[in-house]
């Protein structure tokens, strides 16, 4: 049973959904099905140490969706 990411088209919502089989999903907020699957980093474990989600690139951000252009939401 995966979890991918969404963004709702209608609400403008970022959310993370647990998908069975061949469940519709369906936006948690305003119950919408007009929904685009984002790309996520899958979390790793190598050798004890746990992959960052959130790699900083050169131009500021981390490459995410949720991120855009003007840098990454997960930097301080």
């Given at each position: 049973?995966?979890?991918?990411?969404y963004h709702?088209?209608?609400c403008?919502?970022?959310?993370?959904l647990?998908?069975?089989?061949?469940?519709t999903?369906?936006?948690?907020d305003?119950?919408?099905?007009?929904?685009?699957?984002?790309?996520?980093?899958?979390?790793?474990?190598i050798?004890?140490?746990e992959l960052?989600?959130?790699?900083?690139?050169?131009?500021?951000g981390?490459?995410?969706?949720?991120?855009g252009?003007g840098?990454?939401?997960?930097?301080?």
């Amino acid at each position: 049973m995966p979890l991918y990411e969404y963004h709702c088209l209608d609400c403008n919502e970022p959310f993370e959904l647990l998908v069975r089989g061949s469940e519709t999903p369906h936006c948690p907020d305003c119950e919408g099905t007009r929904l685009e699957k984002l790309l996520s980093a899958p979390a790793a474990h190598i050798g004890g140490h746990e992959l960052p989600i959130c790699q900083p690139m050169p131009a500021g951000g981390c490459g995410l969706p949720q991120c855009g252009t003007g840098g990454c939401m997960m930097e301080d």
